[in-house]
């Protein structure tokens, strides 16, 4: 991992190195509507950026069930959950119609008492995206692209719920900590469309097929979402920015249960004075699907986030 973070920052600097003048705006932009990036948005916008963002999520109380045995719950605790997320994008302009890009990212879920820690242990997953980004149609109002990407995740369990569990039912194989790795791709549709000077939006569809949890075993994943956001630079000369978002997906590194998806929306201020640059804080709400949870588990996000241009 600390090899991929040394890596995009050397290109941050080979970016800040090619970078234009000031007196030219590099924010992606139609009918002089200049949009608000968004962690969780997929711009369709052939252009060269780097990104990073970072996370942290707490969950709202819930029960988990730590052993049940013929449909009959013998064991279960309240607890919560905090979660950590942290990745850079990078994406570089090939020609006018097609760019190449990458993600690296690690999400990390752990308990917050004693109780949760023995239910849902300690997670991480490490994520490893690259794609192709292809313009299919631009006017002056609407933007068009298609993606296709390769996505790789390397999954870390430390479960000591789990270990008891196989434990009393004697099973052949214990461990407290398991490691699945998961690989599967993903076509996509993204669209940005500018209504005036202020008000613009974006949208995305991807859906895939590849591994899941269950080693052997695959499934179908999914993400969508769209963004509405209001840019007073260009108009008022006020350097804000701002967006609601709403997000339904069962990625990997997002839901960890099979044949479940999780729901996102919020909003998001940003600084958007700047020709070449955006930073943002975002705040969200989620319902995550969480192991051995009857119930999705309602959880209250804070990023920040960065996004320079350059090309």
């Known amino acids: ?10 290109l941050l600097t080979a970016a800040q190195l090619f970078a234009q003048n000031e007196e030219s705006n590099n924010i992606p932009h139609l009918n002089n509507h200049y949009f ?17 963002n970072l996370g942290i999520a707490s969950s709202e109380d819930f029960e988990n069930v730590i052993l049940e045995i013929d449909g009959e ?5 309240k607890g919560s959950l905090i979660f950590a997320d942290l990745n850079f994008d990078y994406q570089q302009k090939i020609k006018n119609w097609i760019a190449f890009y990458l993600n690296v990212g690690v999400t990390a879920r752990l308990g917050t008492e004693v ?23 631009k006017t002056e109002k609407d933007m068009l692209s298609a993606n296709i990407q ?9 479960h000591i719920g789990s270990f008891i569990e196989d434990l009393i039912k004697d099973s052949v194989r214990t461990s407290i900590s398991n490691s ?3 690989l599967n791709g993903s ?7 500018g209504f005036n000077e202020i008000l613009g939006f974006q949208g995305f569809a991807n859906i895939g097929f590849g591994d899941s949890y269950v080693r052997g075993e695959n499934d179908m994943i999914y993400r969508l979402g769209g963004l509405f956001d209001v840019n007073l630079a260009t108009k008022t000369k006020v350097p804000l920015g701002f967006a609601v978002f709403y997000n339904l997906t069962a990625i990997p590194d997002v839901v960890q249960v099979p044949g479940k998806s999780a729901s996102m929306a919020g909003f998001k201020i940003s600084y958007s004075g700047a020709p070449h640059f955006n930073l943002g804080l975002e705040i969200s709400n989620s319902r995550v699907p969480i192991p ?5 588990v309602n959880s209250t996000l804070v990023f920040i986030t960065t996004k320079y241009y350059f090309n």
């Open 115 to 137: 109780q949760s820690i023995i239910t849902q242990g300690v997670n991480t997953i490490s994520t490893f995206r690259l794609g192709w980004l292809v313009k299919l149609l």
């Open 187 to 193: 076509v996509g549709l993204r669209y940005a469309h």
């Open 36 to 52: 608000i990036p968004h962690s969780n948005s997929a711009s369709p916008f052939i252009n060269s950026q780097f990104g990073m």
């Open 1 to 10: 991992m600390k090899v991929y973070i040394i890596a995009f920052y050397l």
């Open 150 to 158: 390769i996505n790789n995740h390397g999954a870390n369990f430390v």
């Open 292 to 296: 051995n949870v009857e119930e999705k």
């Open 73 to 77: 719950k013998l064991i279960a605790l």
């Open 180 to 182: 699945i790795p998961i």
